[in-house]
């Protein structure tokens, strides 16, 4: 284990709010070592994710400039998958590190345009932790879905604190987050937050592991950080420590890495200082290559190809370091087996002994046998990542087919990846039957797959559960263009349209607002760049209508009776320069 003073010197330096998170801690209670001595207890469950940070972006895999010396602890005390791949992109990761199927089974192959929203029929790990009686939480980033029925309290966890969309800044975030004192959903309702944004997740989670660290019942939490996501904005402390070093690619990435690395340091002390370590598996990993770790010539990346978004190694071989003392998983060692996020549910089930959900087919395996150090024999196996990013996925579209020994990179590339980890020799010229059988493995899968693909996540408005429901065209699907996804595309007055796959929940009479910019923005639709908008249209289902604009106008609501059932929703302000969607749409059910 890390040195106990060590890991407390490290716990005041992670940001603005820490003197708050000491006063929580020691208010709970006396650092008794409850939970460690319960023998028959089991485990909790920590599961670290971070945001666009690669393999190589840890010095403990070979960086030399990067700082982090409690990842690198960790990482000393863990079993290590060092064959560890996930989706190139966040929500497709996302999607199947909570299901244990594939991405583009459970319908989730992009980041935006209604693709990055969870079917409500399929079962997600916290659900799975919920039903064996564990209190479950979510701190940072879902990323899967902003409205009812796909939101983290939809699918299990009981508290809940996040940002909108898939980046602090996004669309559907708070008006105005920055990364600092901003504004997050705490299950489903904002509240306003002090300090940098990583801080506060780490903060919310050592409250809620302080909470649960007295109770007779286990905890899973789930703490999935935006950063180092862009934009790439952190103290500038973190910065400052590699901004006058010329071979840092981006130095305020790199430091929003080290100031994650003292929030895992934090983090770890807390749970010491609760007897919680010894019986909680805390599992790291990252949802994709490198983003901003690697520019040009410069930056490390572990000898890799690719990046974020690429479907060579260096898009979704990741880090994946597994701790669970009193289980016997630990002691630096690793496990060279190809495996991969899916694999994550189902071996978690196993280790904790959950429940296994009914008339769930995994896609994934459990890695327990692996994790222990079991003198097993391990069946051969192939996996599929893929980045479509698309409104229909195509085949054979930035996608690799993976065995512990090959790479076949779109369909067409062959790379043995033993001897080349950089794969830079396509050998598919001379290996015609290797490229045959792995093109036959991915077709088999895309057939079994793509019969997901027509299913639509729909958002459901009308319901009890979220009304009125507040629409973003952050979702907008229906164009071959990207809707504005981010804040400031917003205020440039990006001219894009497209439309919301909803559901209505029951039949009644309904309220639908057409805004140019968010409720907590109160600005005229005709304020800003963009055409002018003479009228404002609105076509759900059946119904159709338009109503004026004025020069004042900040919101345009249109009332109406609708059917129960799923209809698409689309909206327009027009004018002689052009139209454009409406960026922000309340739809609330007015009759019981």
């Keep these: 284990m890390m040195d106990r003073l060590n890991r407390n010197r490290l716990r005041g330096i992670g940001g603005t709010t820490l003197g708050v998170v000491a006063a929580t801690l020691l208010a709970v209670g006396p650092t008794a070592r409850g939970q460690d001595a319960a023998p028959d207890r089991r485990p909790n469950v920590v599961l670290i994710m971070t945001d666009d940070q690669g393999y190589g972006d840890l010095a403990c895999h070979g960086n030399t400039i990067i700082q982090t010396p409690n990842l690198d602890a960790l990482h000393a005390e863990s079993v290590r998958l060092t064959d560890f791949h996930v989706d190139p992109t966040c929500s497709p990761t996302r999607s199947a590190l909570m299901t244990g199927r594939y991405s583009g089974r459970v319908g989730v192959w992009h980041t935006i345009r209604g693709r990055s929203i969870l079917h409500r029929d399929e079962t997600g790990m916290a ?18 879905g902003d409205n009812y029925p796909s939101r983290p309290q939809d699918f299990g966890f009981s508290q809940s604190l996040i940002h909108g969309g898939g980046g602090v800044g996004q669309t559907p975030d708070a008006w105005g987050n920055d990364y600092f004192d901003d504004v997050f959903l705490e299950h489903g309702s904002p509240r306003p937050t002090f300090g940098y944004c990583t801080d506060v997740w780490f903060d919310a989670a050592i409250r809620f592991l302080a909470e649960r660290g007295e109770s007779p019942e286990p905890f899973f939490c789930y703490l999935a950080t935006n950063a180092p996501h862009a934009p790439y904005l952190v103290p500038e402390a973190y910065e400052a420590r590699y901004s006058d070093n010329p071979d840092v690619p981006n130095a305020a990435f790199y430091g929003m890495i080290t100031n994650i690395d003292e929030n895992v ?22 949802d994709n290559g490198t983003a901003a770790g690697v520019r040009g010539d410069l930056g490390y ?4 190809r690719g990046r974020k978004g690429s479907p060579y190694d260096g898009g979704h071989r990741v880090p994946c370091f597994v701790r669970w003392p009193r289980g016997g998983i630990g002691g630096g060692k690793d496990v060279p087996q190809l495996s991969a996020h899916l694999d994550l549910l189902p071996t978690l089930i196993e280790l904790c002994g959950l429940e296994r959900p009914d008339g769930v087919a995994f896609d994934g395996r459990s890695l327990a046998p692996l994790l222990r150090g079991e003198a097993i024999e391990w069946p051969e196996r192939a996996i599929v990542v893929e980045s479509q990013r698309v409104d229909v996925p195509q085949k054979y579209r930035q996608c690799a087919v993976m065995t ?24 598919a010229a001379g290996q015609p039957e290797t490229v045959a059988s792995l093109r036959s493995i991915y077709d088999e899968w895309w057939d079994d797959v793509s019969r997901n693909h027509d299913r639509v996540a729909r958002i459901v408005v009308g319901s009890e559960a979220e009304n009125p429901s507040r629409l973003t065209c952050h979702d907008w699907t229906g164009s071959d263009e990207d809707p504005p996804w981010n804040q400031t595309m917003i205020r440039e007055g990006l001219v894009r349209n497209g439309r919301w796959e909803i559901e209505v929940d029951r039949a009644g ?25 003479h009228d404002a249209r609105l076509k759900i289902g059946e119904f159709e209508a338009s109503l004026p604009v004025g020069p004042e106008d900040v919101v345009v609501a249109f009332r109406t009776e609708l059917e129960a059932g799923p209809a698409a929703l689309q909206t327009w302000f027009e004018g002689p320069e052009g139209s454009r969607g409406a960026y922000f749409v309340s739809v609330r059910r007015d009759t019981p």
Excluded at 272 to 283: H, P
Excluded at 524 to 530: A, F, H
């Design 301 to 304: 990346n572990a000898g890799m």
């Design 404 to 427: 512990e020994d090959w790479r076949l990179v779109n369909g067409s590339e062959l790379y043995a990846i033993g001897e080349d980890p950089g794969q830079s020799e396509d050998l």
């Design 265 to 286: 340091g934090r983090l770890l002390a807390a749970m010491d200082d609760r007897g919680l370590s010894e019986n909680t598996i805390v599992v790291f990993m990252t």
């Design 509 to 533: 009479v309904y309220t639908i607002e057409l805004r140019r910019w968010p409720e907590r923005e109160p600005r005229p639709i005709n304020d800003g760049p963009g055409p002018m908008a």
């Design 127 to 144: 659900e799975v932790f919920a039903r064996s009686g564990y209190a479950t939480g979510i701190f940072g980033k879902w990323h899967l």
